[in-house]
């Protein structure tokens, strides 16, 4: 069985429902609070799942029968300002479970960030040696913690000790697709306005506060769910494959870009606006991401990306525009 922490959020619960697809036996460890996250896994068989405080009693009892863990649980909001909270949840969960894993010969597959790089002017290198992954400087305290992950797998890999026998950290860039709808604020600009748009509203996007970046001309590395779901899988099966890898299409596309994709799957004309960015925004604000993918190319992953224009249409159509918008 594979356990898969963070298994009801968005990421979590699509991987969760392509193992499960596939007819393994998928255990989710995560709160569900009082929203409708458990939809999330309701279309799926789910063989067990256990609250994070319950995490390691349950592996004490059960460990023996888990043939990897998929860690995607974490507080993942770039504004969150409890750091205590985020060292908690993010750092010492994950280097708990990294010691149990090798401790176990359990493979671990980790959530890494795009938002380690901070403002981008170091690079999107997944470059992974302590010397390398010094370079950067995350802007916000989430960020900071997915890179103190990463920097201290560096170390450890770096002086020769243990690990676990199969070991990856995903840096993902802008993920987008079904089963994000708890996440509030942190909702993709897709999930934030089909509705509105569809109801006849215009869509609202950031000005730009650079003179290098027209207004809407911003650029990230959109990347659909399901493809990160299954770059998960295929790693599931590769497991002679280890290293700290980005998760993004390898193409930085503008928020226009999303926008007009968006009211084409709608089929209504576009209509734009841009309105101010909040002023404890600006200063921490990504103008550019792209995902280099040249190191998970060359470990062997051959599939091709979603396109922009193909993610939203199937995700608008698929899930948006459906009774049911669960995966």
Not at 23 to 29: D, E, N, S, T, Y
Not at 75 to 97: G, K, M, Y
């Amino acid at each position: 069985m594979y356990l898969v922490t963070g298994g009801a959020g968005m990421i979590g619960s699509n991987i969760a429902a392509e193992l499960a697809a596939a007819g393994h036996a998928v255990v989710v460890c995560d709160w569900l609070r009082q929203d409708e996250r458990w939809r999330n896994l309701a279309k799926h068989e789910i063989a067990d799942i256990i609250m994070p405080e319950d995490l390691f009693r349950w592996l004490a009892q059960n460990g023996n029968a888990v043939a990897g863990i998929i860690h995607m649980g974490a507080i993942s909001a770039t504004t969150e300002t409890d750091v205590d909270s985020i060292t908690h949840n993010n750092i010492r969960l994950t280097l708990d479970l990294w010691a149990w894993c090798t401790d176990h010969g359990v493979p671990l597959i980790y959530a890494s960030s795009a938002a380690t790089y901070g403002d981008g002017h170091a690079g999107f290198d997944d470059m992974f040696s302590p010397d390398a992954l010094a370079r950067f400087r995350p802007l916000n305290a989430y960020g900071w913690s997915k890179h103190f992950i990463d920097r201290r797998i560096a170390r450890i890999v770096a002086q020769g000790q243990p690990t676990p026998p199969q070991w990856v950290g995903l840096k993902f860039f802008n993920v987008y697709g079904p089963n994000e709808y708890h996440k509030g604020s942190m909702k993709s600009v897709v999930a934030h306005n089909a509705a509105r748009v569809a109801a006849g509203e215009p869509l609202r996007l950031f000005r730009s506060y650079r003179a290098d970046y027209t207004d809407g001309g911003q650029l990230r590395d959109f990347i659909y769910v399901k493809d990160c779901a299954r770059v998960v899988t295929w790693l599931l099966e590769h497991p002679g494959v280890s290293g700290l890898f980005n998760l993004g299409t390898g193409q930085a596309r503008s928020w226009l870009d999303l926008g007009r994709s968006l009211f084409a799957a709608l089929d209504l004309p576009e209509a734009i606006e841009f309105i101010e960015m909040p002023e404890q925004l600006r200063g921490k604000y990504q103008y550019y991401t792209k995902a280099e993918m040249e190191r998970l190319r060359a470990a062997g992953y051959a599939e091709p990306f979603t396109s922009l224009e193909d993610g939203v249409s199937d995700y608008v159509r698929g899930y948006l525009r459906q009774d049911d918008p669960y995966r």
